[in-house]
C-alpha cells in the first residue's frame, strides 16, 4: 500500500524556519517524483515544489528562494527546508507523489494526510 | 500563470442523480502536439487529504468508480457523476498541468440534497 507519513509540522514565529518530513512506504521514492502541496486553513490548493528522479527542483514563484525540496532515497524520505516564514504560510502542507509528463507537467496521485504548520507572532 | 475557475463553487443534488462540474481554464490546456489536454480532478472529502480521480482530462484513475467520468476540451470540463452516492460528498478541485506553475480551481462543494 503507498503511503507518505508527514512531520514536522508546527508553530513558528515569522521570520522563522521549520523543516518538514516525508517518509514514504510501498513504493520506491527514488524512482518517483515527489513534491509539496499546501493549503491554507479553509482554502484550496496551492503547488509548491516537486523534486525529480534526478537532480531537478522546481518551485512556485511563492516559495522560490525560502522553501528547499529535498530527498534522501536510502531513508525513503523528502525534505521540506521552509525558512523566512511569514504568516500566509499558514496552511497543512501535503507531500504528494508525482507523476510527470514532459518537462514540467506534474499531478499527484498520491498524497499524504499532511501536517499543519502554523506562522503566527 | 493560468487561472482555473470552477462553476457552481457549490452544488446539492439529490441521491440518484446526476451532479455536473465545470472547470474553465484562463487559456486552452490542450496541447497541439499531443492533442491531449493537461487536466485532472481531484476529491477531497471531510478531513481527508485530496486523492486523484481523473487525469488526462478524462482518463479515470485506477480504482475510481465508472460513475465518475471527465469530459471537454481547450477552455471548457466538465466533472460529471452520473448516479450520486453518499460517499461522493466533498470538495471536488481541477487542476492544469500544461504550464507552470500547476494550478488548481477554487473547489465545488458537493452535498447531498
Known amino acids: 500500500e503507498v503511503q507518505m507519513v508527514e512531520s514536522g509540522g508546527g508553530l513558528v514565529r515569522p521570520g522563522g524556519s521549520l523543516r518538514l518530513s516525508c517518509t514514504a512506504s510501498g513504493f520506491t521514492v527514488s524512482s518517483n517524483y515527489m513534491g509539496w502541496v499546501r493549503q491554507a486553513p479553509g482554502k484550496g490548493l496551492e503547488w509548491l515544489s516537486v523534486s525529480s528522479t534526478g537532480d531537478y527542483t522546481y518551485y512556485a514563484d511563492s516559495v522560490k528562494g525560502r522553501f528547499t525540496i529535498s530527498r534522501d532515497n536510502s531513508r525513503r524520505t523528502v525534505y521540506y527546508q521552509m525558512s523566512s516564514l511569514k504568516t500566509e504560510d499558514t496552511a497543512v502542507y501535503y507531500c504528494?507523489?508525482?507523476?510527470?509528463?514532459?518537462?514540467?507537467?506534474?499531478?499527484?496521485?498520491?498524497w499524504g494526510q499532511g501536517t499543519l504548520v502554523t506562522v503566527s507572532s | 500563470d493560468i487561472v482555473m475557475t470552477q462553476s457552481p463553487d457549490s452544488l446539492a443534488v439529490s441521491l440518484g442523480e446526476r451532479a455536473t462540474i465545470n472547470c474553465k481554464p484562463s487559456?486552452?490546456?490542450?496541447?497541439?502536439?499531443?492533442?491531449?489536454?493537461?487536466l485532472a480532478w481531484y476529491q477531497q472529502k471531510p478531513g481527508q487529504p485530496p486523492s486523484l480521480l481523473i487525469y488526462w482530462a478524462s482518463t479515470r484513475e485506477s480504482g475510481v468508480p465508472d460513475r465518475f467520468s471527465g469530459g471537454g476540451s481547450g477552455t471548457d470540463f466538465t466533472l460529471t457523476i452520473s448516479s450520486l452516492q453518499a460517499e461522493d460528498v466533498a470538495v471536488y478541485y481541477c487542476q492544469q498541468y500544461y504550464s507552470a506553475p500547476m494550478t488548481f480551481g477554487q473547489g465545488t462543494r458537493l452535498e447531498i440534497k
Open positions: 487559456q486552452s490546456v490542450l496541447s497541439s502536439t499531443n492533442n491531449r489536454n493537461y
Open positions: 504528494v507523489r508525482v507523476r510527470a509528463y514532459g518537462s514540467e507537467s506534474f499531478w499527484f496521485d498520491y
